[in-house]
């Protein structure tokens, strides 16, 4: 490491500066470039070029300034991610070619270290919808990560990391959306720094889009092409102390929005909205018990609640399978459910002599669902709340998960690293799984690193997908279902240089018995497991520093996924090619421009034999995006400035819809153009 400073002091060294401020930015801009670390991979902490397999990180003030706007966005900058919606709006990131149709998260999600995906079934949309404004950076693993994060860990770990600065923001866009947020850092000079507080806070919210559902499959009765019900708004706490050796953070979040395109057909109008609450307590410690081994402790209670936005299962008029006929009037229909969580976790961290770093891990979690619902309301009719036997999850249904973590980051020569690890889980309702992982690091000259990895990652069934009602449309299917299981095999190839970095990925993937919540029309709805999975494909990313005033990055993902069950041998949600570049031109030093180029190739559709016309293959696209950050705006000092266009064509396009009900597919696509003020307390 301390090579490459010099190269890099060096080299800044026989550049011509003319301001004290100049060399300063430029210094730290090269230092971040090679100094990103991330303890996401290992739980050790180490530069994210060094660690086994591919870890992206992201910045919120360089996703800013291109105008996004939440996580989601962010993370269509990393390669091979590519993120879409459900018929409901809920978010769904397809990783190099799976995760279109996954009943659950297929992302181990995490906020400061803390991961909430929820107890009943693995998702955490809010986190999605989280604005950049509440965003430092964004950790990512591409490819399993059950080996250190267990169960949902299946196609890759996001980890975000909340700012830690003081700072007041407010901002205004198209669509009516509006936002606002405050982040508070404190250090105690009393306490010689031992004493530190954070508090962020943010509010947001966002009109409907104006976009309008195509035809959806029980056209022509039914209300298709209707409104896309788009509209969300969230409200956000996240607050944290540290003491010393002690911490405690709390994490609290409501968010509603809209019932998106209707979960099975397209709504005359909007009835309740989605509505999700999310809250959680952690305490830690970390003790050093003697010299190189140190003990961290955490104890974390989580507590969520669910309640879908109401919709339509069948128009008026439709029969529902094996019925002789449809009912009079529309009868809508609403779920939900709240639930818990304990987490408590041992970790052991222990340098073991200069060659190996040693990480163990004890934990139990306790998962409960508390409290579920389901309400069906005829259209000017009396409301009807189901019983217990009907709810799509059993209250009460619960789960205990053991774990034990063991990984050893050996340094076997003077250039090369291996990392072995395992983790068992137990789960006191299903069963067993353990997860391996081994990986080479060889640093291979002074600017070359290769890395290989062979890692596996599962997903058990969720509380909801194993204790549905015995009298709801799935019971009696959870009792069938397999574990989700994923085993990648990845090289890679990394070039490092003072002012660019430059990777190359190759991977295959293998997926068996993926769950789905499969709705074929004309059949009553179940969950099922389809395996025989694959994907391949290489990933190539560069990022560049050309002198003090230009900045680029850019990535490309190629991805061949197939499905050897389907006719066409093509995965459904499959995306072949993706690309981003995003170029940056400090005009100044408070004026910045930034211009970026998303391209998203075709994307694999339905095949079912529908009574509507099917458009089994999506056309690609190409979107452009443009920002400009001015700082000290207005001669003020401490106030960035930001504003941004997204969408500047105002490009429509389609995706996978998901359950099936719309052949031709979900519409997306409009301009927004946002303004966004900081200033820094």
Do not use: C
């Amino acid at each position: 490491m301390k090579s490459h400073r010099l190269i890099l002091l060096s080299a800044l060294a026989l550049v011509d500066t003319s301001g004290v401020a100049a060399e300063d930015n430029e210094l730290a801009d090269l230092l971040a470039l090679l100094e990103q670390e991330t303890e996401l991979a290992t739980s050790t902490r180490m530069n994210a070029d060094y660690v086994p397999g591919m870890v992206t990180v992201l910045y919120g003030q360089d996703a800013r300034l291109t105008g996004k706007k939440n996580v989601a966005e962010a993370l269509e900058e990393v390669a091979g991610f590519y993120l879409i919606e459900s018929n409901n709006g809920d978010k769904r990131a397809i990783v190099r070619g799976v995760g279109a149709t996954q009943n659950a998260s297929n992302l181990k999600l995490l906020v400061d270290g803390v991961a909430v995906n929820r107890a009943t079934d693995g998702s955490a949309d809010w986190v999605m919808r989280m604005p950049l404004s509440q965003v430092d950076r964004i950790e990512v693993v591409r490819g399993p990560g059950s080996a250190i994060h267990g169960g949902f860990a299946f196609s890759g770990v996001v980890n975000i990391i909340s700012r830690d600065e003081s700072v007041l923001d407010a901002g205004a866009a198209s669509h009516h959306a509006r936002q606002w947020g405050l982040h508070y850092q404190y250090d105690s000079p009393d306490h010689g720094g031992d004493l530190t507080a954070q508090l962020n806070l943010v509010s947001w919210q966002r009109g409907d889009s104006g976009l309008q559902t195509g035809q959806d499959n029980f056209s022509p009765a039914g209300y298709s092409p209707a409104t896309v019900y788009d509209h969300e708004q969230g409200k956000m706490l996240l607050a944290g102390a540290r003491y010393q050796t002690l911490s405690v953070n709390v994490q609290h979040v409501q968010a509603e929005r809209g019932p998106g395109y209707g979960y099975a057909a397209a709504l005359p109008e909007e009835h309740e909205l989605r509505e999700e609450t999310y809250s959680s307590l952690e305490l830690g410690t970390e003790q050093k018990l003697v010299t190189d081994l140190i003990l961290n402790a955490r104890l974390v209670y989580q507590q969520s609640t669910l309640k879908d936005a109401t919709y339509l299962p069948l128009p008026a008029g439709v029969r529902q399978p094996e019925q002789p006929s449809g009912a009079s009037v529309d009868v809508f229909r609403r779920d939900g459910n709240e639930d818990s969580a304990w987490h408590v976790s041992l970790d052991l961290r222990w340098q073991a002599g200069s060659r190996h770093l040693l990480f163990s891990q004890l934990g139990y979690s306790h998962l409960n669902v508390d409290d579920a619902f389901n309400v069906t309301a005829p259209d000017g009719g009396a409301i009807r709340y189901g019983s217990d036997t009907e709810n799509r999850v059993e209250p009460g249904a619960s789960r205990q998960q053991t774990s034990l973590t063991l990984q050893d980051q050996w340094q076997a020569a003077e250039h090369l690293d291996v990392t072995v690890g395992l983790r068992h889980d137990r789960y006191s309702d299903w069963g067993f799984h353990t997860s391996p992982r081994l990986a080479l690091v060889w640093r291979a000259g002074e600017h070359h690193i290769l890395k290989a990895q062979y890692a596996e990652a599962f997903r058990p069934p969720t509380l909801k997908e194993a204790n549905p009602g015995e009298d709801s449309v799935v019971a009696g299917m959870g009792n069938r279902l397999n574990e989700e299981v994923l085993r990648s095999s990845e090289a890679a190839y990394l070039y490092r240089a003072a002012d660019h970095r430059v990777r190359l990925t190759l991977f295959y993937t293998q997926v068996s018995d993926l769950i789905e919540y499969y709705l074929q029309p004309g059949e009553a709805p179940r969950w099922r497991n389809r395996g025989d999975i694959s994907s391949r494909g290489a990933e190539l990313e560069w990022q560049q520093q050309v002198g003090r005033d230009w900045e680029w990055r850019a990535n490309a993902s190629y991805t061949q996924a197939k499905d050897h069950l389907d006719d066409d041998s093509r995965l459904l949600g499959a995306v072949d090619w993706l690309a981003n570049t995003t170029l940056v031109w400090n005009a100044s030093s408070v004026l910045s421009h930034s211009l970026s180029w998303q391209y998203v190739g075709q994307q694999e559709g339905w095949e079912l034999g529908l009574q509507v016309p099917q458009q089994d293959r999506y056309p690609a696209y190409t979107l452009l995006h443009y920002g400009l950050h001015w700082k000290d705006a207005l001669q003020v000092p401490g106030l960035l400035l930001t504003l941004a266009g997204r969408n500047l064509g105002d490009v429509e396009y389609r995706t996978t819809a998901s359950p099936p009900q719309y052949p031709q597919g979900l519409p997306h696509g409009r301009r927004a153009v946002s303004l966004a003020l900081e200033y820094a307390l």
